[in-house]
């Protein structure tokens, strides 16, 4: 009869199945041991007193799948994966067979006979090795910078975006902000309230958000934000991180905010910006930093003054325009007229530096030297009829051409096709 394969499983089952033909156990014991069902078990045992061990065995096993994939179908698909289709991948592969040779198979049975002939290497599910970043030793020396739009107040106001300011060596939060979105001009404006609370800190770790950083065309990071270049001239490092995992800190604290401010502004009824701004910068920050921040590695503060930094003139967007030869300058549809004396010398081709701040206001700047100017009203708007009287140009016939008229009159000669 042959040697049989048997699994631990079938095994167990030879034993199990001899006590009932021993009648040492009930067929109700061998279903609670061998987790069956009795009319399993009585299917199995009869199977086991015709055919013995061998019926114990599922019978299809070592037989060929008749879904199997066909052979001549498989060699078609290898022959054109070692020449023409060098280099395919088993998911573009497969929808080419389909596509092109009529030949349906799943992108996986594809795969794994590409791996058996050596044209697909298995890919291992590779986890990075990440080493924990320490803490910042001092307070002060980075704050980690996130926004986290949610429904903060669960559809009775505006859904909106809480701008999260958090010290890396304590885990205080040192500001929170509602605005309507993460924008350029949200975030300067918050920036600029966290500054003037606890003053310059010396890092700032933020994502490659498009408020924080440019990432079309900048392969050698040149080119930088408006909030960036406010960055540069308080003297304050950004850092990047390149995974939330990263600036871990700060995305905690954001779950711990969705999960417990939405239930404040619930018991407390609040359904708006203000309202919201008004709980969390006057009582909710000290709360949240009772109970979750640590004590630094060095008690020390080490914030920066704000002494010495003109903060209007940082925080504001700033651009560059060209002195026209009638001494003017257009920047968004505006037309400004630069005045006549001025504290410089100034002339058609220099270039003016553009500061238009938060509150609509424009400054007009040579180097470090303000620029009076004044803006020009628009230009009158031109009326135009949309329905103009139509123009008709008399065209003359060609039948009355004066050349046709005078060739028509001279009389034709003999032997001549007039």
Sequence with gaps: MGN????KKEREQVKVFELITNKAMTQKAASIRLNMTTRGIRKKFERFKKYGDRGLIHASRGRLSRKRWSIDESTIAINLLRNEWKEFGPTFAAEKLKELHSIKISKETLRQNMIKNGLWSPKKNRFKHRVRRQRRMFFGVMTQLDGSPHDWFEGRGPRCTLLVFIDDATSKIVWLEFVKSESTKDVMQAMKKYILSHGIPREFY??????FSVNTNNPDREKITQWERCCKELGIDVIHARSPQAKGRVE???RTLQDRLVKEFRLKNISSIDGANLFVQNDYIHQHNQKFAVQATLEE????SIDGYNLKNIFCLKDQRIIQNDFTISYKKLVLQLHKD??????PKNQINVFEHFDGSINL??????????????QP??????????????????????????????PSQPGRVG
Excluded: C, W
Aim: proline share 3%; charged share 20%; hydrophobic share 40%.
């Design 365 to 378: 700047f040579v180097h470090k030297t303000e620029i009076y100017f004044s803006q020009i009203k628009k």
């Design 252 to 254: 905690r604290a954001n």
């Design 4 to 7: 049989l394969i048997m699994s």
């Design 381 to 410: 708007i031109k009326i135009i009829n949309n329905n103009p009287a139509k123009v008709f140009k008399h065209f003359k016939s060609a039948l009355n051409h004066p050349l046709r008229q005078l060739k028509s009159s001279i």
């Design 342 to 347: 001025q504290k410089t010398i100034i002339r």
């Design 301 to 304: 503060n080490v914030y920066r």
């Design 206 to 211: 933020v994502d490659y958000g498009s408020v």
